[in-house]
């Protein structure tokens, strides 16, 4: 009863999931959103393209994590610094 | 000297604790300034207790996005137990008979007893047992509020029309009906003139019952009714909760993430209604909302029309804030699920921190009135020249913090999980968040700005 609806803009690609229909603005998001939500329905194929999409995530999202860590740790010996000057 | 002494004691929580605790630290020095009436004894800053409070929220979405295992976190949402309750077929019918009795109870204590408020066991009834108390309880342990709904019991026995409701008013009359409820409750003194909170009580049951009576009891109280919405919405935070038939136990708030519960954007604008309306409470007992007022009252704006306009001027604004976010949202993340799906698929986890807000305004006047209550209920009809209260310690006031806190944390965590289950690109799900994110910062900022002034009776009415 709930439906998602989908915006897409006029002139830009789409790529449609074929099991769902859903519209991906890469073709790297429809392979990995195949692979999570259709596990069972995908071919062998579409499963190689999957796990080469979600691989190629592993670099960006590790400096995401560096530069996370990094943000946390300022933030804590900021604050720290500034109870200490401060109070 | 109690202030230096909870001060040292959430000093070492700090140290061992981390950044929130640090927060904490803050809060109960700062809590304890105000209790010494005005005696500087602790030099942190207000603007550096505000600082901390942003960044705490903002840790914890670092935090939450570090965890970007799809399995773990399906696991975590996913965890149920079956939780059999004994003598669970006899509640139903007992909480129907308590909820009914207890509105009748309600009408003739508050038309026949004390006339003083605070001496009045109906008025406390209502206020700290069903709207603070009971509350708390279906958002920490879970609603009943189906089964002990007196109106609900009182029209499934009367005869209806069952009219058909028209589709595209949606769920918007509740939204009125919320802000109508919060605007009676801040500007009329239904909370403490036992005659005023008969009348109010008598309008409510009118309008209901005539609704119910006309669209059908079903109808109105899954759609129309404010009250019903507000115990729904909290139960659905809650660790117990009837999951296709049988009572489970489930993780605290992580039902939020189900996107099943709002199913359009009627329905979006009740959950920052509910937002919304927790923080006027809170804004329009504070002294800065005072200092504010009382040069537009002086120029000859009416209080009441002052109060409802900021009441809609600041809905319209939590409304366009939380669209802002989405439509950055969307752009960030690169998808073409549309702005509504987002605003639809986002706003549950906002009930977290309604919850947090309420817990955080009510624990306490809670605590304190509870005794009250419990007293005046005994004999409701005689008026005490005293009635005892519960006095809390100076470091209470940090609890307060803390809970608005942990509710801005729990959203976050809730609304990481919805974006993991929104977009198939793990860093897609995190970018999707950081306007989210900004707005809480803003808005937890805020919100320990109100927590943290002293509350006074709303002025100028």
């Not at chain 1, 609806?5 to 959103?33: I, K």
């Not at chain 2, 069952?162 to 109508?180: K, T």
Request: aromatic share 12%; net charge neutral.
């Amino acid at each position: 009863m709930i439906t998602d609806t989908y915006d897409v803009p006029p002139g830009e690609p789409v790529y449609e999931c074929p099991y769902c229909g859903r519209p991906f603005p890469e073709e790297r998001l429809l392979a990995l959103h195949r692979g999570i939500d259709h596990p069972d329905r995908i071919d062998a194929e579409e499963q190689a393209a999957f796990e080469s999409a979600y691989e190629a995530e592993a670099d960006p999202l590790q400096r995401y994590r560096i530069a996370a860590v990094g943000v946390l740790v300022v933030l804590y010996f900021g604050l720290l610094m500034a109870f200490a000057l401060l109070s | 000297m109690c202030a230096c002494r909870s001060r040292r004691r959430y000093g070492r929580l700090a140290s061992l604790l981390a950044l929130l605790s640090v927060a904490v630290g803050s809060v109960s020095a700062h809590g304890a300034a105000l209790s010494d009436g005005g005696r500087e004894t602790v030099a942190i800053p207000t603007w550096l207790f505000l600082v901390t409070g942003g960044a705490a929220i903002g840790a914890s979405f670092l935090l939450a996005s570090l965890v970007t295992d799809r399995a773990l976190i399906d696991a975590i949402h996913g965890w149920r137990r079956d939780l059999p309750i004994v003598g669970e077929p006899l509640a139903r019918p007992l909480l129907r008979l308590f909820g009914v009795a207890g509105l009748a109870w309600v009408f003739v204590i508050a038309l026949f007893g004390p006339s003083r408020g605070t001496a009045n066991a109906a008025v406390l009834l209502v206020w700290v047992g069903w709207w603070a108390g009971f509350t708390m309880s279906t958002y920490l342990v879970g609603s009943v509020w189906p089964a002990l709904n007196p109106w609900r019991t009182l029209a499934d026995r009367l005869p209806s029309l069952e009219s058909s409701y028209p589709e595209r008013l949606g769920a918007w009359p509740s939204v009125v009906g919320l802000l109508a409820l919060i605007w009676i409750e801040v500007v009329s003194p239904v909370a403490d003139e036992p005659r005023t909170l008969a009348a109010v009580v008598a309008g409510y049951t009118g309008v209901t019952l005539l609704g119910a009576f006309t669209y059908g009891p079903d109808r109105w109280f899954r759609t129309v009714d404010p009250v019903a919405r507000v115990f729904r919405y909290y139960g659905r935070l809650a660790p117990l909760a009837r999951e296709n038939g049988s009572i489970k136990l489930r993780l605290p708030g992580t039902a939020l993430a189900e996107t099943r519960l709002i199913d359009g954007f009627d329905e979006v604008g009740f959950v920052i209604a509910l937002v919304w309306a927790t923080t006027y409470d809170g804004f329009v007992a504070t002294p800065a909302w005072e200092s504010a007022a009382t040069p537009v009252v002086e120029a000859g704006v009416p209080p009441l029309a002052l109060y409802l306009l900021v009441l809609a001027g600041g809905y319209l604004l939590f409304v366009g804030v939380y669209l802002l976010g989405t439509r950055y949202s969307r752009r960030l993340a690169g998808t073409y699920l549309s702005t509504a799906t987002l605003a639809r698929r986002f706003a549950p986890p906002l009930l977290a921190i309604a919850a947090g807000y309420h817990l955080a305004h009510y624990l306490g006047y809670f605590l304190t009135l509870a005794p009250s209550l419990a007293t005046t209920a005994a004999t409701p009809l005689t008026l005490r020249a005293t009635v005892p209260v519960l006095v809390l310690p100076g470091w209470f006031d940090a609890v307060g913090l803390v809970t608005v806190l942990l509710g801005h944390v729990l959203a976050i965590w809730a609304a990481h999980a919805v974006a993991f289950d929104s977009f198939p690109g793990r860093l897609q799900a995190i970018r999707s968040q950081y306007p989210y994110t900004v707005v809480m910062i803003l808005y937890t900022i805020s919100s320990l700005f109100i927590v943290s002034q002293p509350t006074i009776e709303p002025p100028l009415l």
